[in-house]
C-alpha cells in the first residue's frame, strides 16, 4: 500500500514519535511494550516518549520492561522520559514543542472511581485541564510548523454510568447514553466533549476510546480485580487471613489491557487501517471517529471472587451473612467478607460493552477472555506472594 498512499505520513519504515502521557500506568507500559516491540507489525518504527511525575511508583517496571527489550533485541530502544506533569500548560507546550510527536497517546488521569469522591477537584483538573493543555500544545505545535499531530484520548464505560430498568438488558454502544454517578464520570464526560470540539472546530486529528474495564497483572491493586488475585494468592500461601471488598453484585465487562492498548493504537490510525481493510486508499481528510472498546460479556464481582478462589484451590465457597453484610466462607474460614468502607456513594450496577463498530470498522477483536485474563493475573500474584514469603 505504499504504492497507493502518497500520503508522506505512510512512508514504511520511516520513523514516528509517539508521547505517551502516564506512560507508567498499566495502559502505558503495555502501549511501550508494544510499540517497541520488533513483533509489532505496524508500518512504522516507533520512538517512544513519555511523561512522568516525579513521585511515580511504577517507574521502575518502566525501566525493567526497557531493559528487557534492549536485552532481548541486542540493541538500544528508543525510549525517552520527561519528568513533569499534564496539569502544568508550560511544562506541556515546552515538551510537545520539543518532542514535536506524531501520536499522543493520553492516558494521564485520576482513574479510580472511588477516589474521586473525595477528590473531586484533583480528578477533574486532571482528567479534564490535562487535555485542554495537550490539545492547546497540539495545536499551536500544528500552527507553528504545519505538523498535524494525531490524539488518541482515553475514555471510559463509566461515562454510561446508571442505567434505567429499560436500558439494563442493552449492549452500550458508541450512542448509548450518558449517566454519570461519579466525579471520575463527570470529569470523562467533559474530556469526551472537548475531543469533539477539538476534532470539530479545528479539524484535528483527535479521537477516544470509551474503553470497558480493562485488567492485567499490572492493574493497580486498588482496583477489584487485582485486589482479588493479590488477596487469593497470598491467602493460598497462608501470609493473608482474609480479603476485605465491596458491593458483589456490580457486573463489569472485563477485559485484558494488552487487547485494549492494541485497539488504541488502531483507533489513532484509523484512516490507515480502514483504508487497508476497505481496500480504497487512505484519505487522511476523513474525520476521526471514536469507538467503544468491550468484550461485550459482563460477570458480577461475586461470581469473579468465587472463581479466583476456586482456581487457587478452595473449592466452591459457602455465601453467608454477617451483620447483615455478605461473607465468603469455606467451612467455619471467612475467607471473604463484606467491608461497608469499600461501598460507594454513587455506584454504577452493570457495564456492558458493544464493540460491532470497532470490530466491523476497525478489525479489531478481544482476543483474550476472562478465563486466561484471570489466569494470568493469578499466576502472576503467586509469584510475588511466593518472593514476598522470602523477606
Ligand atoms: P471501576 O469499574 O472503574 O470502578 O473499577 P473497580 O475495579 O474499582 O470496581 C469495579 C466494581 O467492583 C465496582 O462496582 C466496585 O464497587 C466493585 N467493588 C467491590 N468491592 C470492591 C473493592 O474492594 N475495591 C474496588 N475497587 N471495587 C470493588
Known amino acids: 500500500w505504499q504504492e497507493r498512499h ?46 512522568v511525575r516525579k513521585n511515580s511508583a511504577s517507574l521502575p517496571i518502566l525501566i525493567n520492561l526497557q531493559e528487557t527489550l534492549e536485552r532481548q533485541q541486542g ?54 485541564k490535562g487535555l485542554v493543555n495537550i490539545c492547546q500544545a497540539a495545536l499551536s505545535l500544528s500552527f507553528a510548523y504545519q505538523r498535524s ?34 466525579p471520575y464520570a463527570v470529569s470523562k464526560i467533559a474530556s469526551y466533549y472537548l475531543v469533539r470540539y477539538y476534532r470539530s472546530v479545528y479539524q484535528m486529528r483527535i479521537s477516544t476510546a470509551i474503553s470497558f474495564n480493562h485488567e492485567s497483572p499490572l492493574r493497580h491493586e486498588s482496583f477489584v480485580t487485582r485486589k482479588i488475585t493479590k488477596g487469593v494468592a497470598r491467602i493460598k500461601l497462608g501470609i493473608q487471613e482474609k480479603l476485605l471488598v465491596g458491593n458483589l453484585y456490580a457486573k463489569r465487562d472485563w477485559g485484558h489491557a494488552r487487547d485494549f492498548v492494541r485497539g488504541f493504537w488502531i483507533i489513532n490510525n484509523q484512516e490507515l487501517v480502514k483504508g487497508v481493510r476497505n481496500d480504497s486508499g487512505i484519505d487522511s481528510r476523513q474525520p476521526f471517529e471514536d469507538y ?5 460479556w459482563s460477570m458480577p464481582v461475586l461470581d469473579f471472587l468465587q472463581e479466583a478462589f476456586k482456581k487457587a484451590g478452595f473449592g466452591q465457597l459457602q455465601l453467608m451473612r454477617d451483620n447483615g453484610y455478605e461473607q465468603l466462607c469455606s467451612g467455619e474460614r471467612v475467607l471473604a467478607k ?36 484471570m489466569d494470568e493475573m493469578l499466576e502472576y500474584d503467586e509469584q510475588v506472594a511466593k518472593l514476598e514469603m522470602l523477606v
Do not use: C
Not at 512512508?11 to 507500559?29: C, E, F, H, S
Not at 525517552?80 to 494521564?108: C, R, W
Not at 467503544?292 to 461485550?296: L, N, P, Q, R, Y
Not at 450496577?349 to 486466561?372: C, N, T, V
Open 6 to 51: 502518497k500520503v508522506e505520513d505512510y512512508k514504511i519504515g520511516y520513523n514516528r514519535v509517539a508521547l505517551i502521557t502516564g506512560i507508567t500506568g498499566q495502559d502505558g507500559i503495555y502501549l511501550t511494550a508494544m510499540l517497541l516491540s520488533p513483533l509489532f507489525m505496524a508500518p512504522f518504527v516507533y520512538q517512544v516518549h513519555g511523561i
Open 75 to 128: 540493541r538500544k530502544v528508543s525510549l525517552t522520559l520527561h519528568y513533569g506533569d499534564v496539569t502544568d500548560p508550560h511544562f506541556m507546550q515546552q515538551t510537545i514543542h520539543s518532542v514535536k510527536p506524531d501520536e499522543i497517546y493520553n492516558f494521564a488521569a485520576q482513574t479510580h472511581v472511588q477516589h474521586s469522591f473525595f477528590m473531586p477537584s484533583h480528578t477533574i483538573d486532571v482528567n479534564f
Open 149 to 182: 499531530v494525531r490524539i488518541f484520548h482515553a475514555s471510559t464505560s463509566e461515562m454510561f454510568g446508571q442505567t434505567t430498568a429499560q436500558q439494563s438488558d442493552s449492549l452500550m454502544g458508541e450512542s448509548f447514553p450518558f449517566n454519570p454517578a461519579s
Open 292 to 296: 467503544v472498546i468491550a468484550t461485550s
Open 338 to 373: 463484606v467491608d461497608p468502607k469499600f461501598l460507594r456513594p454513587g455506584e454504577v450496577p452493570m457495564l456492558r460493552g458493544d464493540p460491532s463498530k470497532i470490530e466491523s470498522e476497525l478489525g479489531w477483536k478481544a482476543e483474550i477472555q476472562i478465563e486466561g485474563l
